[in-house]
């Protein structure tokens, strides 16, 4: 797939820790990583995806633009969290009728905001009813993903990039920027998988089978709270906690304390993967998980991978969201890429899209 360069657009991913910047080319020789950076946010400049600090995060994407010399102002970004409902629908099968009307009635039974309080958007899964099968009527029902993001926190990202000085032409969901990072990567995985990206303050699953969304969640887990508790514990600043949690201070006497806070942590994670596991076997009994894609910057803890292996019982891996972009080796140091590519997952999903995707 080619897109006209006029229609590349440039996967900003804001985190609440850090903001990730993609940028590929889309060449005949297929796509070619042209940019990669990250900048750090300082703690409560973003709070559960709501921004607090407009200031302070728009200078940091305006910093990450100059020191990687982008030029494209035009972008797609995503949002996640309680304030974007995704949700899988059944219509009935009608003849005629207008589907957009059905779908807005719809819609209001499965948001718990008021509809219009919300910018919906939809996808459908199925195509209309068609006879394929010999009762040759519109049996099928068709059914629909439905986006509801409030639109109070539409409103906050727009402001953000435009105080930014960029231009948002896509505004995505993590869960579908992440499937869509991974079918660029693993184009071959067939049947049943989880997405699980654990970041800061988010841990979002996304089940997917060929190719179509299932089920998605967040929640509010992530490394957050382990540089929470090590500040609290340690009474250390952010910065030190952070410093700590990724072993670049030696706390030899704190270690039975930074164990118990990493142990209790991950374990609640597992526990959240597992829930939402449990809860699509009984939602489709025939359907297998054959595997869990690990991505997020705190997928990163050692031990964590092989750990939510032993709990789930399903095989575990991380998600390279690189594999198959050409990389220029002299442009990029790729021991550098290869660490940060659970981090980059979501960025890469929105470089993918284009403009005129919705
Ligand atoms: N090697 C590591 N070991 C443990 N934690 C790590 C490591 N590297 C990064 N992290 C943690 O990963 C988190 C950042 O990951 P990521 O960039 O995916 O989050 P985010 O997108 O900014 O946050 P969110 O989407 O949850 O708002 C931080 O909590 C950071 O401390
Ligand atoms: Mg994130």
Known sequence: MTIPKKNQLVGLDIGSHSIK????????????????????????????????????????????YKNLKV????????????????KKIDLP?????????????????????????????????????????????SSRPTE???????????????????LAGLSPMVLDVDAFALQNAFEMSSPEQKGCYALVNIGAEEL???????????FTRDSSYGGA?????????????????????????KVEKEKPILEEIFT??????AQ???????????????ETIQRVFLSGGSSRIPGFHKYLEMETGIPVEMLNPFSNLIINEKKFDTKYLSYMAPQAAVAVGLALRSIGDK
Request: aromatic share 6%.
């Open 144 to 162: 629909v993903m439905l986006v509801a993001a409030k639109k109070d926190m539409v409103e906050e990202y727009v402001g953000l990039l435009q």
């Open 264 to 269: 209790s942590v991950v374990s609640s994670w």
């Open 71 to 86: 030029k494209n102002r035009k972008i797609a970004t995503s949002i996640s969290g309680y304030s974007v409902i995704v």
């Open 93 to 137: 099968a009608k003849e005629g009728g207008d589907l957009e009307a059905t779908i807005q009635e719809k819609a209001e039974q499965y948001i718990p905001f008021d509809i219009n309080d919300v910018n919906l958007d939809y996808d459908l899964l199925t195509s209309e009813p068609e006879s394929e099968d010999s009762s040759g009527g």
């Open 272 to 286: 959240e993967i597992k829930r939402a596991l449990d809860f699509l076997a009984t939602t489709y009994p025939d």
């Open 204 to 214: 979002g699953i996304n089940a997917v089978k060929d190719g179509i969304s299932m």
């Open 21 to 64: 910047l993609v940028e590929i080319d889309h060449s005949k020789r297929g796509p070619i990583l042209k940019s990669f950076g990250v900048v750090g946010l300082p703690p409560g400049a973003i709070v559960e995806g709501s921004i607090k600090e407009i200031e302070v995060v728009a200078s940091a994407i305006k910093n990450l």
């Open 225 to 249: 709270q382990i540089t929470d508790a090590i500040m609290k514990e340690l009474k250390v600043s952010y910065e030190e906690a952070e410093k700590i949690k990724l072993g670049g201070t």
